[in-house]
């Protein structure tokens, strides 16, 4: 979803020397496949964006494989971009390394100050790990590498309707099916309490462009925080794709299963201080998901 919309992008104004192996083209767990990779092309800068992702279910059923695949990702990527000696990489991580009981809003300083999400613990390790590698790369060789950190993603190409979706694709994609059924009713995981921030993918994109251009290691903190900075509970989320979709039947929230954590919202002040802010809204970005899903050919 983020690789085809930053390349979309980048071809937009002008970019046209653009590497994009699929992940059958490039094995970025395999250290000795991805430094050859480097050496055999002449690579200036890097979009890391690629990971094994998914939502609660999915985080809980194979914890070792995220945190396995993500952290050999983050690793033989960061080194081969060192032996490269590449102009600048971009690592891009996620909300969910700060603490389950973190102080809202975010704030980038508060990574580390207490115990990660349960739910998504191996994903989370994987990140923080990721991005410590570009601050210390940077610290001890004089590298080039910056990280961000966004909010729950969301738009165009997301994985839709599996198991391992996330919510905004999940709940989309079963609605769309519940409507188009004629089902009675849709159950949700968890009580519909918890709040999450949202940003359009293309936000996104924009975001990522706007660093890579306009800042180098040495302008910027550890990382910084991407998002809308905005948020909403699952429970709202759910009515509001339930009205966008058109599905008339009854929601019922299953409290049995788990929320994950209570609140993520992220502090963007050294983000909007820095020069960037999300311009998408969230209706707006629900209706344009929505439209893209319906026409792909992926419902039912």
């Not at 660093?211 to 989320?237: E, H, Q, T």
């Amino acid at each position: 979803m983020v690789g085809l919309s930053l390349v979309d992008k980048m071809r937009a104004v002008g970019f046209s020397n653009l590497l994009v192996p699929s992940s059958q083209e490039l094995n970025l767990t395999r250290q000795k496949i991805v430094e050859e990779y480097f050496c055999g092309n002449k690579i200036d800068y890097v979009f890391h964006l690629a990971g094994k992702v998914g939502g609660i279910p999915a985080n809980m059923a194979s914890p070792a494989e995220f945190l396995f695949n993500n952290l050999l990702m983050a690793a033989n990527i960061t080194e081969a971009a060192r032996k490269s000696n590449i102009k600048k990489l971009l690592f891009l991580g996620s909300s969910c390394i700060y603490p389950r009981e973190c102080p809202q809003p975010m704030k980038e300083e508060y990574l580390l100050a207490g115990k990660p999400e349960p739910t998504n613990e191996g994903y989370a390790l994987a990140k923080i790990t990721g991005l410590k590698l570009c601050e210390f790369y940077n610290k001890q060789y004089g590298t080039n590498f910056i990280s961000l950190m966004p909010c729950n993603l969301y738009g165009p190409n997301d994985h839709f309707g599996r198991e391992s979706s996330h919510v905004m694709p999940a709940l989309i994609a079963r609605f769309v099916t519940a409507r188009n059924e004629g089902r009675e009713s849709l159950e949700v995981w968890g009580t519909g309490k918890p709040k999450r921030e949202f940003l359009y993918v293309d936000d996104l994109s924009d975001a990522m462009l706007f660093f890579m251009n306009k800042y180098n290691a040495n302008d910027l903190p550890a990382f910084v925080n991407i998002g809308s900075g905005a948020d909403i509970s699952i429970k709202d989320l759910t009515f509001l794709i339930k009205d966008n979709v058109g599905y008339k039947g009854e929601i019922k929230f299953d409290p049995s299963k788990p929320d994950g954590m209570p609140i993520k919202l992220l502090d963007t002040e050294k983000g909007t201080r820095l020069g960037w802010k999300a311009h998408t809204s969230l209706k707006e970005g629900i209706k344009k998901t929505i439209s893209w899903y319906l026409s792909s050919g992926q419902k039912k």
